[in-house]
């Protein structure tokens, strides 16, 4: 391919394509990146230029682009069933899939419900616990409580229970609005005080509401351990121990949204076992897949899953997704977990971890940074930039800056974050280090 026609992907994506999350106006000053091909931790453009994904693709990739090993799992499920529907029928991989993730869970939670992206998960999540307290005698538990600064994805249940104001604001008359509690945010801590203090301090405003409201709530939906469109928001466990035990003692639902922050993500494969609990509802999407193909589901009860066993299809859970339970997503699902086993990724990401941390160190030290912080293979930290107008504008900054330093970076607001892939080895854990800190020297010098 000749390099006009390789350029041309840019200005054909313009004409034909509507990007997510953008304001398309933006790329009249910031071209598109027309990627070629991706290999382990990097993706390549047209002009065999390389970037580092540091966020593994929106959070999805686990184990790098072109892994052979779920790859081969994919072209063997091409052989043999590339989709069929999951109502009637049922197929190898989304049983052995169902079976693997119930294990991991210690049989706690036993059933899993299909969709393919997160926001999905979260709409089935929430509707799984409004019929089921209603098929249990009990209608009026309609409520849901969502966390301050919460994301939940953007669909219309999902932005019910996401506290993000761009959002509420666009489609606010649309959403059924749910009540917002204090976040467990480490930050807030104060001086003498520990991220302990700032989980009970959290915890008490929920039971207040759950005192005046207990009998009208459905569900609390969190994202364990980590907010993470928020800005990586961080908590202690201890609010989640307690959160657990409030949902107990009103008798409401608990919704954990591991979208983002299951699958190893914070240093153990469900981020709820660091508090030493289980959810009602557990959803998983992103890396689950491998981040090749959609994919989503909601792990739940045997409490759950027998409000709706009955004669009557009216009391069924009435939710469905024409691609619900793909065969091809379900094997590479299955390819991920296995890669999880055979070579020990959570041991080694602590490895991992160790060597990141310390090669970001200097940036921990910056005059300009507050707030690092890091949760497994999750780091952020906050620059400190007085003028509103550089404010505005860091986060594109950074990620212009970033491509040009050859690792993918995309803030959140004034917040740098890294998610990399778990593959990256010693030679990527120091170029990702050494050009994260010049990109951020660059854009927000001494």
């Known amino acids: 391919m000749n390099a006009a026609l390789k350029g041309d992907w840019v200005s054909r994506s313009l004409d034909s394509v509507w990007h997510p999350c953008t304001q398309m106006q933006h790329h009249e000053t910031m071209p598109l990146v027309a990627l070629a091909r991706g290999q382990g931790a990097w993706l390549f453009d047209h002009e065999g230029r390389r970037y580092l994904d540091a966020i593994s693709s929106w959070w999805v990739n686990l184990f790098g682009h072109a892994n052979p090993r779920i790859n081969a799992a994919l072209v063997d499920q091409l052989q043999r069933l590339e989709h069929a529907m999951l109502a009637g029928f049922t197929h190898e991989p989304v049983v052995q899939l169902s079976e693997r993730l119930s294990a991991l869970t210690g049989h706690a939670l036993g059933h899993c419900f299909y969709a393919s992206d997160g926001a999905s998960a979260v709409e089935i999540a929430l509707k799984m ?11 009026g538990k309609q409520e849901f409580v969502c966390l301050q600064g919460s994301y939940h994805g953007e669909t219309i249940g999902a932005l019910g229970v996401t506290d993000v104001a761009l959002f509420r604001d666009a489609y606010g ?3 059924k609005t749910a009540h917002v509690v204090a976040t467990p945010d480490a930050r807030q801590a104060q001086p003498g005080e520990s991220a302990a203090d700032v989980a009970a301090r959290a915890a008490a405003s929920l039971e207040t509401l759950l005192q005046q409201r207990g009998d009208s709530i459905a569900a609390v939906i969190v994202e364990p351990l980590v907010q993470c469109a928020a800005g990586m928001v961080m908590h202690d466990p201890a609010y989640l121990r307690a959160v657990r035990k409030l949902c107990d003692q009103y008798q409401v639902h608990l919704i954990a949204d591991e979208i983002a922050v299951g699958c190893g993500r914070t240093g153990s494969f469900f981020a709820c076992e660091q508090a030493g609990i289980w ?13 090749y193909l959609p994919l989503s589901l909601v792990m739940t009860t045997d409490e759950v899953y027998q409000a709706f066993y009955d004669r009557e299809l009216a009391r069924g859970f009435l939710h469905s997704h024409s691609y619900t339970g793909n065969p091809l997503a379900c094997r590479a699902a299955l390819a991920t977990l296995q890669i999880f086993d055979e070579d020990d990724v959570l041991d080694a ?8 941390s310390a090669g970001l160190a200097p940036l921990a030290a910056h005059p300009r940074v507050c707030h690092f912080r890091q949760q497994g293979m999750i780091w952020a930290f906050d620059a400190r930039i007085d003028d509103p107008a550089q404010a505005a504008s860091f986060a594109r900054r950074m990620f212009a800056a970033g491509l040009d330093q050859e690792v993918l970076l995309r803030p959140i607001g004034r917040t740098v ?15 990702l280090a050494q050009r994260t800190r010049a990109v951020f020297e660059q854009v927000v010098p001494h």
């Open 129 to 139: 616990s409004f019929h089921a307290w209603r098929n249990g005698g009990r209608p």
């Open 173 to 175: 008359p649309m959403l």
């Open 279 to 291: 959810p009602d509802f557990l959803c998983l999407s992103k890396g689950i897949s491998g981040g």
């Open 349 to 356: 990401n602590r490895e991992r971890a160790r060597q990141l």
């Open 417 to 431: 974050y890294l998610m990399p892939p778990y593959v990256l080895d010693d030679e990527e854990i120091g170029h």
